[in-house]
């Protein structure tokens, strides 16, 4: 099913639009001629992304500067919508972010901050904008996951509990939605060159933890997702080698899988257990 035609009073909202997969999702929708409103915190990035947008491909994008942990927040951005008079008929939930390292040597405060952005902000988003979808018969969602969803991450437990839950989840809802004309994809990239290892907390060895050939640019990731989103499509991974290497994960039993991730994962080399 095509995506809901453009409109001046309708607009795909984005999340985690500041850098990286989330800037590159919405400059894709706007060479597609979609109004867009940008959302993360950071909002003079997303100022300068918006001017960029409305010179380049002459559409509306608009900015709303809010953390996505909060509840308080995230109910705001409906409000705010309201208020401008723009309708959401395009969701892509890609706010998010990971911790590294085992979970014996965490922060409370970091953990809980990723659940909140991971988790928590994809069913709150989806559960305040999918309503008037179903009421209008038109809409799509895309939520943003990653092959880590396909098998346990010890090294970012939290992280890969959480893509595995938004993964599950979107799946779910294709189920509720068939026929409603309303349409949900889940985007499971692998290694992507964004701020977010850095973030993370990831060193310089990041980069040899994965073949080259698994990495994909942030530009690429965008463009299938949208392209998979135009389409209706369940699941898009970016990259073959990243589709063969999620469903190997899927299928491995766990006792053999996870001792080998951890054994691989850099945030874990040179841990020693406490005690």
Known sequence: MP???PAPDRTALVTGASSGIGAEIARELARRSRG???VARRAERLKALA???SQAHK???EVLAADLSDADARAGIADELAARGLTADILVNNAGLSTTGPVYAAQRG???AMIRTDVEAVVDLCTLFLPGMAARRSGAILNVASTAAYQPLPGQAGYGASKAFVL???QALQGELRGTGVTVTVLCPGPVKTEFEEVAGF???VDDALPSFMWVPAAEVA?????????GRSVVIPGPANAVAAQVARLLPRRVLVPIVARQHPALKGQAPPG
């Not at 463009?223 to 389409?231: C, F, I, S, T």
């Open 3 to 5: 995506l809901p035609l």
């Open 36 to 38: 867009v409103t940008l």
């Open 51 to 53: 001017d960029e947008l």
């Open 59 to 61: 559409v509306r994008a």
């Open 110 to 112: 970091r953990e809980l």
């Open 168 to 170: 599950s989840y979107s």
């Open 203 to 205: 060193g310089a060895d």
């Open 223 to 231: 463009a299938a997702a949208v392209d998979g989103l135009e389409r």
